[in-house]
């Protein structure tokens, strides 16, 4: 009788593990997604200008970036509705097409950049830059083609995990942690230069694309309310881990391209690399340097994509999961299809967009007051009333909100010459 009694209760971790593991995805993937080729280079270029002094940013954004993208978990969970779709039922069919034109500028800069990363790794290796463009398009095309959401889900978390690489470039690179705790109380707040990368970091972080992926993503792969508190803690885990390979690529570029050539150009894959890889040995150094970069910019170019085709099928109303078939939803697949080739010719016909990274991320941060604005309304209006934000917390959302929109905002206007 005693082991009988004892049994549900010693069962009741591994249960907890179990749906745990059941729910991961939504929250990890969009994360490992948000450490992009173009914040990989804005994190690099972070670490070449400024040492270890916005290394402090990067903790900092940890909290707020699950603050954000827990209210996507809240909303698709407890209203099994994508964030386009809600806003449409909210607000309107104007301000869900306002929304989605956000989404659709946020989404053409990352693909932008994810694919220009693809043509980097390419020209790595001496091949034209035509063979990374075409390889990654022919396979964001196949894993979603052939997939339902899970297997999708299964291949983005394989390809994003590529991204712990960095975590071995930076203990290679041995960082002096006397000079990151100097570096630490030295913050430039009056320089314009530092101020644009603050911007670019936010904006880095936290992305239109993503709000829609996570939200859509929740409701697609059915998670019921009896898994909230797994999928926040999906969430939670995937923040520290994005967050930390974006801090580890910023360490092993201050300690080693800001010490030796902190000028040197890296504003594409091909200049980060000629910087970096002579620290890691040739030999291996491309191999780890191009396992990395291939891992953020299709796990990204995944993501944003699929954004792009759930925001425009949930405003439009035409049928937008991974769980039909081409056939039944040839909308949604000819959208994600347009959003692939689009993004892939543009790279592959203008090859200095390159150089557009930093411009894409605090373009980012100058569309967080539209993207924040409709999240904290819905989190408000759009929940059942035991779910909504109240009290101190909705306090705390919207203090968070405001400062992080209104500091993107403002280091993304003072960047601007002439300001």
Known sequence: MVLAAKHP???????????????????LVVMLADTDVGSI???????????????????????????VQELTVRLGIF???GHGELIR????????YLSVAGLSIATTGALLTEFS?????????????????ALAAAALLLIV??????RVERIALILGLFELVFFAIAIVSHPNLGQMGRDFLEIPVGNRHYMMLVAANIGAVIMPWMVFYQQSAVADKGLQ?????????????????????????????????????????LNTVQQLSEAIVPFLGSTWGYLVFSVGIVGAGMVAAIVASLAGAWGWGEVTGFRHSLEYHPREAPWFYGTYTFIVLAGALAVALIPNLVALDIAVEVMNALLLPLVLGFLVALAIHALPPEH?????????????????????????????PGW
Do not use: C
């Not at 980097?120 to 034209?128: H, I």
């Not at 939670?236 to 030796?260: D, H, K, Y």
């Open 41 to 67: 280079i804005t994190a690099a270029q972070s670490g070449a200008q400024w040492g270890y002094r916005l290394l402090a940013l990067q903790f900092i954004l940890m909290p707020i970036l699950f603050i």
């Open 145 to 150: 083609w052939t997939g339902s959401y899970r």
């Open 388 to 416: 909504r934000l109240r009290g101190w917390y909705l306090w705390l959302v919207v203090g968070v909100s405001l400062l992080t929109a209104g500091l993107g905002v403002y280091g993304g206007i003072t960047s601007i």
């Open 117 to 133: 990363g693809m043509a980097g790794v390419s020209e790595l290796y001496g091949l034209p830059r035509g063979v990374g463009i």
């Open 89 to 96: 039922e909210r607000f309107g069919g104007g301000w869900a």
């Open 79 to 81: 209203t099994g509705k």
């Open 9 to 27: 209760t010693s069962s009741l971790p591994r249960r907890h593990w179990k749906t745990f593991l059941a729910v991961l995805g939504p929250g």
């Open 225 to 265: 309310p009896e898994q909230y508190r797994e999928a926040r803690w999906d969430t939670a885990f995937g923040a520290i881990v994005t967050q930390s390979i974006m801090a580890a690529v910023l360490v092993a570029v201050a300690a080693t391209i800001a010490l030796r050539n902190p000028n040197a150009p």
